[in-house]
């Protein structure tokens, strides 16, 4: 009984692969990602969003509350 050799896949191997699955099946996607750059920071709407981070705080004093 012969075993045959395991591939091991990265992360990277994995996002390259779904990148260009994405870009085969979508060719204009590319182009417009760069026209909506000229416009919108980074090219989507989503970075101009800002959060205001909070500091969280905690009582350790009292377990049950």
């Known amino acids: 009984m012969q075993q045959s050799a ?3 896949f990265t ?3 994995a ?4 990148q260009r699955v994405y870009e085969t099946s979508n060719p204009t996607s590319r182009q ?3 026209a909506a750059k000229e416009v919108l920071p980074g090219g989507n709407t989503r970075r101009s969003l ?4 909070s ?3 905690f009582n350790l004093r009292d ?3």
Do not use: G, M, Q
């Not at 996002?15 to 779904?18: C, G, I, P, S, T």
């Not at 800002?50 to 981070?53: E, F, N, T």
């Open 6 to 8: 395991k591939t091991r």
């Open 11 to 13: 992360i990277d191997d």
């Open 55 to 57: 500091r969280s705080s």
């Open 50 to 53: 800002y959060l205001v981070r």
């Open 15 to 18: 996002v390259a692969h779904e």
């Open 63 to 65: 377990p049950a509350r």
């Open 32 to 34: 417009k990602f760069e």
